[in-house]
């Protein structure tokens, strides 16, 4: 990485020994150590982050170029994948949505009574 052979190596350690002390100099070696595994996981993160955008930018496009070349061509494996894949894409947008049709506000009026605590609601909903 920094191109540092074993006698760059043996002189960094004398002049830490030197100007540090034999006290201090454990503690610092730690102390930059942890540092630099930090400083390379973060730049690890980043650039995992950065692959996997840009492999998602590259499906959506490929998804695009394939709706604009039209639907008709491919085979059926291929048209439920791409069914698959729009169906992943909706629930990405919206993961809080249920599947179940919204309840009218006179449904959840019906099943809450001033008596009836969140708890209550929430374990009627379980059991449905």
């Given at each position: 990485?920094?191109?540092?052979?074993?006698?760059?190596?043996?002189?960094?350690?004398?002049v830490?020994?030197?100007?540090?002390?034999?006290?201090?100099?454990?503690?610092?070696?730690?102390?930059?150590?942890?540092?630099?595994?930090?400083?390379?996981?973060?730049?690890n993160?980043?650039?995992?982050?950065?692959?996997?955008?840009?492999?998602?930018?590259?499906?959506?496009?490929?998804?695009?170029?394939?709706?604009?070349?039209?639907?008709?061509?491919?085979?059926?494996?291929?048209?439920?994948?791409?069914?698959?894949?729009?169906?992943?894409?909706?629930?990405?947008?919206?993961?809080?949505?249920?599947?179940?049709?919204?309840?009218?506000?006179?449904?959840?009026?019906?099943?809450?009574?001033?008596?009836?605590?969140?708890?209550?609601?929430?374990?009627?909903?379980?059991?449905?």
């Amino acid at each position: 990485m920094f191109d540092i052979g074993f006698w760059e190596l043996v002189l960094i350690s004398v002049v830490g020994l030197v100007v540090l002390g034999p006290e201090r100099l454990p503690h610092a070696i730690r102390s930059v150590s942890r540092f630099v595994s930090s400083a390379k996981s973060m730049a690890n993160s980043v650039k995992d982050e950065i692959s996997h955008e840009l492999k998602v930018q590259e499906l959506q496009e490929n998804l695009r170029k394939a709706e604009k070349m039209g639907m008709e061509d491919l085979s059926p494996e291929l048209k439920s994948s791409v069914e698959e894949l729009k169906q992943a894409a909706r629930e990405v947008q919206r993961p809080y949505a249920s599947n179940k049709p919204e309840q009218t506000a006179q449904d959840v009026e019906s099943e809450v009574s001033p008596t009836t605590t969140p708890s209550d609601v929430a374990a009627s909903k379980k059991a449905e």
